[in-house]
């Protein structure tokens, strides 16, 4: 019985494996697209609260350093200028599904990730993808093609359902982030098995943790949410957010944090104002003056109620009324509000990161295609490559943007 033979192969049918095989088998090419998991598109399901942040309007194809991470951010440029934002909102409308911007340019469909699913699945129906899920794969080895048979296959890939021959083998394994949905290293050891340099991976997107002791005082603000300044780092190196920070029973969370975390190194102290867009020192001057309330029922005007309760309890100085506080307690308060230093002890891990950054190194890819240069015929795609987006459909983008990128590299045989 001979082995089957296909155009491309494509590993990992998550957004980026997805959307590179519908449009490879739009062009005519032959696709076999693989995955280890049950349900197709975990990620896609889960994401955004259910509803699917599938993209950003504010994306600037132009800079893309301004919302990508990565040894050299700028790769993914051609990418994304050659398959834009409202290249895949044409999609979505083509296929009739509602959506609305939540903020900052942040695009939500507004039923289900369901309808997100269900596009890029009929996609691949259009272009005859054939789909093989749950099935493992086992390795992928590279072929010596002969001159007498160009058409011949490039790589064998050996799976649960038996080997298949490819001329191309494309890589959309995703990242290690969220394990119970089937995240795994496959990609990263295939990228070290054809030699291939990788870029250390950490967890990104990630809420951070402090030392149980460190963080007792502020434990019993778990559940309180409030717009926050966060950044990280100084000077020329300095990276802030302006978002919601949440506060945990471990640490800190929310968009801010999620944000702030793919910056962050180990051991770096974060910067927190607490209460953005306010002269606290000129707040509390101007209440000391015309009130005699409890310095943390003055606060509670300012910031929440349960985080000026917790600040003020904090010091005997801003225990008491504020007109009878000192002016240098006043101004200590409001500094330590504008400013909170403090260093996260780490992270929740892969388990509640969102992504994985690092992954493999950009040098060793053409950004045209998404192909090796040291590789004929073996492409990587989406999170497995050292690309992360910011939070706010970044990342989708980006899967939309390499997978198309790869997809019309592809040639029939």
């Known amino acids: ?14 957004a980026a494996g997805l959307f590179c095989a519908a449009q490879a088998g739009q062009r005519g090419l032959k696709v076999l697209l693989i995955d280890h998991a049950d349900k197709v598109a975990e990620k896609i399901r889960i994401s955004g609260g259910g509803r699917c942040n599938f993209t950003n309007r504010d994306l600037d194809m132009r800079a893309p350093h301004r919302h990508f991470v990565g040894q050299n951010p700028q ?15 044409a999609l979505v409308q083509r296929h009739g599904i509602a959506f609305h911007e939540k903020h900052k340019g942040q695009l939500f469909a507004d039923r289900s990730a369901e309808d997100i699913i269900a596009m890029l699945l009929a996609e ?9 899920q749950p099935c493992g794969v086992k390795n992928a080895v590279f072929l010596a093609v002969r001159a007498e048979q160009p058409s011949a296959g490039s790589y064998q890939i050996n799976t649960d359902r038996g080997p298949v021959q ?19 290293d496959f990609g990263y050891r295939l990228a070290r098995q054809f030699g291939l340099p990788l870029v250390a991976q950490r967890p990104g997107l990630v809420p951070l943790t402090f030392d149980g002791a460190d963080w007792a005082p502020y434990a019993q603000l778990a559940g309180l949410a409030l717009p926050v300044e966060i950044s990280v780092g100084a000077k020329k190196e300095r990276m802030a957010f302006h978002e919601d920070l949440l506060f945990t029973h471990r640490g800190l969370s929310g968009p801010a944090v999620l944000q702030i975390s793919s910056y962050w190194q180990d051991g770096q102290p974060l910067a927190i104002n607490l209460a953005p867009g306010i002269d606290l020192p000129e707040a509390l001057q101007q209440a000391k003056a015309r009130s005699r309330k409890r310095i943390a029922n003055e606060l509670a005007a300012l910031v929440p109620t349960r985080l000026a309760e917790a600040w003020a309890s904090t010091d005997a100085d801003w225990q008491r009324p504020i007109n009878e506080a000192a002016d240098k307690a006043l101004a200590r308060l409001a500094e330590r509000l504008a400013r909170w230093q403090l260093t996260p002890m780490g992270t929740e891990g892969y388990k509640k990161a969102e992504v994985t950054l690092g992954g493999v190194d950009t040098r060793a890819l053409s950004q045209q295609s998404m192909e090796c240069k040291t590789q004929p015929g073996l492409y990587f795609i989406g999170e497995v490559v050292d690309i992360t987006g910011w939070l706010g459909g970044y990342n989708f983008q980006w899967a939309w943007a390499s997978g198309h990128a790869c997809a019309q590299a592809l040639s029939p045989h």
Request: hydrophobic residues 45%.
């Open 75 to 89: 790769f993914c440029r051609s990418a994304l200028s050659r398959y834009t934002p409202q290249d895949f909102i």
């Open 1 to 14: 019985m001979s082995t089957p033979f296909f155009d491309a192969v494509i590993i990992g049918a998550g």
């Open 124 to 132: 691949c129906a259009d272009g005859r993808v054939e789909r093989w």
């Open 166 to 184: 490819a001329r191309c083998l494309v890589i959309a394994t995703g990242g290690l982030s969220i394990p119970k949905i089937g995240a795994s």
